[in-house]
């Protein structure tokens, strides 16, 4: 059982910058991918950003894409997601996920809102 903890949300002005921060539990952090996820009132939860199990490669919504990155400090089990030049439209819940590398259940946190007021 991997436990997921997001914290680092806020209520920011437009043109601000945030970072959150997810911690995962376990001794193998390392081989799992990590991702954020933003689920806005009233739409589905959508992909915002992902992190390799190696940190070999990040991926990015089209929509956060020069705006937010992802990285991650596998010591301390942790990832996280440095937002940037914030737009009101960013604002969500953000929730961090992890898999297992060849795994097939995602583990996911109880999310931290993001509030970007214009």
């Known amino acids: 059982q991997v436990h997921v903890v997001e914290s680092g949300g806020g209520l920011v002005q437009a043109g601000g910058s945030l970072r959150l921060s997810c911690t995962a539990s376990g001794r193998t952090f390392s081989n799992y991918h990590m991702g954020w996820y933003r689920q806005a009132p009233g739409k589905e939860r959508q992909f915002v950003a992902g992190s390799s199990w190696n940190d070999a490669s990040t991926t990015y919504a089209d929509s956060v894409k020069g705006r937010f990155t992802i990285s991650r400090d596998n010591a301390k089990n942790t990832v996280y997601l440095q937002m940037n030049s914030l737009k009101p439209e960013d604002t969500a819940i953000y929730y961090c996920?992890?898999?297992?590398?060849?795994?097939?259940?995602?583990?996911w946190g109880q999310g931290t809102q993001v509030t970007v007021s214009s």
């Open positions: 996920s992890g898999r297992l590398r060849g795994g097939v259940r995602d583990y």
